[in-house]
C-alpha cells in the first residue's frame, strides 16, 4: 500500500509561495522605490560635498591665480596652461578621494581647465550646453547627462557650482558620477529579489522536508498495518500513529476471534448435516437387514438344536456373527432415534448394580479393580432402562478396554440440586487432544475389531433424555466421562 497525499502537498506549495512571495514582493517594490530616491539622495550629498570641497581646495579665484603666476597679460592659451597646472592636481588628490566620481573646472573663457579622469583632448574643450545652464541660472545646478559610449549611453548624474569673485561668476566647478546611476538602482532590485527567492527556497525547502517526515511515518504506518506489526520505534515521530495501530491490531484480532468461530460453527453444521443423512439412510438399510435377518436367526437356531453334537460349533458361531450384526444395527437404529421412547421412572443405582457382574465379569480377566461410588440419595429418574443400561455399558467398556493391568474404574453417581450426575473414570491410557475431538463421530475408533459407535450412541442416549456429556482425558493418566440428566424436583 502507497499513501500519497500530493493534493495537499501541491496545495501547500501553491499556498505559501503566494502568502510568502507576495508580501515579500510588496515589500522588495516598496523597498527598491525608496532605494532609489535614497541613492539618488545620497549621490547629491556625495557631489554636493565633492564640489565643496574643489571650490574650497582652490582658495583663489582664476583672475588671483593668475596674476599669482603672472600670467595676466599672458595669450588666452598660455593663461589655461596656467590654470591647468596650477588646478589639475587639486582635481586629482580630490578624485582620489572620491573614486566613482567625476570632477572638473570650467573657465567661460578658456573652457574646461581641469578635468578628472583626466583626457589630454579635454582640456580646453567646450561642454555641453545642459551643462552651461548654470551661467543663466546663476546656482547650483544637478542635471542628468547621458554618456556616449560604444553603443547607446550612460545616464550620469552631474552637479554644477558656481563660482563667484567679488559678486561676479568667473567659471564653475562640477562633480559628476562615472557608474550608470540607473544599475545601481537596478543591482539593488535584483538583491532584494534574489533575497526573496532564496527565502521562498528555503520555506520551501523545510516544508519539503516536513512532508517527506510526514511520508515516510504514512508508508510506515500503512506497511506496518499491512503486515499486522507493531514498531513503535520507527514511527516516534507520530505516537498517535501507533495509538491508532493498537486500535486495529485489536479490532482485527477480535474480528479474526469471531470468523474461526463462525468457520467453526459451520463446519460443525456440515458435520451435522452430514450425520443427519448418514444416520437416515443407515436407519433405512438397517431395518431392511434385520428383518430377514430375523428369520436367518431363527432358522439357524431351530437347526443348532437338531444337528448332530459335531455340527452345532459352527451354527453357534453363525449365530454369535448374526447376533453382533444385530448389535451394530440396533446401534444404527439408536443413532437415528431422536425421541426418547419406552420411558419409566428408574434408579440409576439399580441399573448399574445390575449390570455390575456383566462389567466385573469384563474387568476381572484384565485384574482391573472397580469401584463403587453410588450416592444413596440419588432420586428416580424418567428415562429409558435398556438405553441408559447401554450407555453405562458403553462408557465402563470403553474405559476397560482403555486400561491395562492393575486398572482403577470407578463409577459414581451424584444426587445434584438440578441433576443426577454419572460419572466413570478411569486410569487407562487416555485421549490425546486431536482425537478428542473426533470419539463422538460415527465410525471413529482406534482399536481393532471395534465399529466406532459406542460414543456416537452415547451422545443420542444423552441427547434423547435432555442430558449432556462430556468427556475428559489426560493422555497417559486417564479419562473422566461425566454425564449429567436434568431433573424436575
Ligand atoms: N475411556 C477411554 N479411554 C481412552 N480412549 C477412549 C475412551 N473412550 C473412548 N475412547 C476412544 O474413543 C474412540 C471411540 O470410542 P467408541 O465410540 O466407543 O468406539 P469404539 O469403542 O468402538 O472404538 C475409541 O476408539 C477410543 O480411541
Ligand atoms: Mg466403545
Known amino acids: 500500500m502507497k499513501l500519497l497525499p500530493t493534493i495537499l502537498h501541491r496545495r501547500t506549495y501553491v499556498i505559501v509561495t503566494f502568502m510568502i512571495t ?32 574643489l571650490q574650497f581646495n582652490l582658495q583663489y579665484p582664476y583672475d588671483t591665480i593668475l596674476a599669482q603666476e603672472g600670467a595676466l597679460q599672458s595669450l588666452p592659451a598660455q593663461k589655461r596652461e596656467v590654470l591647468h597646472k596650477r588646478i589639475q592636481p587639486i582635481v586629482n588628490a580630490l578624485a582620489k578621494k572620491y573614486p566613482g566620481y567625476g570632477i572638473g573646472c570650467y573657465h567661460p573663457e578658456f573652457k574646461i581647465v581641469a578635468m578628472e579622469p583626466d583626457n589630454p583632448d579635454s582640456i580646453g574643450a567646450e561642454l555641453p550646453s ?40 568667473t567659471g564653475h ?71 491508532i495501530l493498537e486500535i486495529i491490531s485489536s479490532l482485527r484480532q477480535t474480528i479474526k476471534k469471531e470468523y474461526d468461530q463462525k468457520e467453526k460453527i459451520n463446519l460443525e453444521l456440515a458435520k451435522l448435516d452430514r450425520l443427519e443423512l448418514i444416520s437416515q439412510m443407515a436407519a433405512g438399510v438397517a431395518h431392511e437387514i434385520r428383518n430377514p435377518m430375523t428369520v436367518v436367526m431363527g432358522y439357524i437356531q431351530r437347526m443348532s438344536q437338531q444337528v448332530e453334537q459335531n455340527r452345532k460349533i459352527p451354527c453357534n458361531l453363525m449365530l454369535e456373527e448374526l447376533k453382533r450384526i444385530d448389535g451394530i444395527i440396533s446401534d444404527f437404529l439408536s443413532l437415528a432415534r431422536n425421541k426418547p421412547m419406552g420411558l419409566s421412572k428408574q434408579q440409576i443405582n439399580t441399573i448399574i448394580s445390575g449390570i455390575y457382574p456383566l462389567i466385573h ?5 484384565k485384574n ?3 469401584h463403587l461410588r453410588l450416592d444413596a440419595s440419588l432420586i428416580e429418574l424418567e428415562c429409558n432402562k435398556k438405553e441408559i443400561t447401554q450407555l453405562i455399558l458403553n462408557l465402563c467398556r470403553n474405559s476397560i478396554e482403555a486400561m491395562e493391568d492393575r486398572g482403577q474404574l470407578v463409577i459414581a453417581t451424584l444426587n445434584k440440586k438440578s441433576n443426577i450426575e454419572l ?8 485421549i490425546s487432544p486431536e482425537k478428542i475431538e473426533k470419539i463422538f ?30 468427556i475428559e482425558s489426560i493422555e497417559g493418566k486417564g479419562t473422566t466421562c461425566i454425564v449429567k440428566f436434568p431433573v424436575k424436583r
Open 130 to 169: 545642459s551643462a552651461l545652464q548654470v551661467y543663466r541660472d546663476k546656482s547650483v545646478v544637478v542635471h542628468e547627462m547621458v554618456k556616449k559610449i560604444e553603443h547607446g549611453g550612460v545616464p550620469l548624474l552631474v552637479m554644477d557650482y558656481p563660482l563667484f569673485s567679488r559678486g561676479e561668476l
Open 423 to 430: 460419572l466413570i473414570e478411569d486410569t487407562g491410557y487416555g
Open 361 to 365: 465379569a469384563d474387568a476381572a480377566s
Open 22 to 53: 507576495l508580501p515579500m514582493l510588496l515589500f522588495a517594490w516598496i523597498n527598491t522605490y525608496n532605494a532609489g530616491k535614497l541613492l539618488m539622495l545620497e549621490k547629491e550629498k556625495q557631489l554636493t560635498a565633492i564640489v565643496n570641497e
Open 368 to 370: 482391573i479393580a472397580i
Open 173 to 243: 566647478v562640477w562633480a559628476n558620477t562615472l557608474n550608470d546611476i540607473n544599475r545601481e538602482i537596478y543591482v539593488t532590485v535584483g538583491r532584494n529579489l534574489a533575497v526573496i527567492f532564496l527565502s521562498w527556497l528555503a520555506i520551501i525547502a523545510v516544508i519539503r522536508w516536513f512532508f517527506s517526515k510526514i511520508d515516510r511515518s504514512l508508508a510506515e504506518f500503512a506497511y506496518q498495518v499491512e503486515s499486522d506489526e507493531i514498531h513503535a520505534e520507527r514511527l516516534h515521530e507520530f505516537p498517535q500513529l501507533v495509538a
Open 441 to 470: 463421530d460415527p465410525f471413529f475408533t482406534t482399536k481393532e475389531n471395534c465399529t466406532g459407535l459406542g460414543l456416537a450412541v452415547c451422545r443420542g442416549i444423552v441427547k434423547r433424555h435432555g442430558g449432556i456429556m462430556k
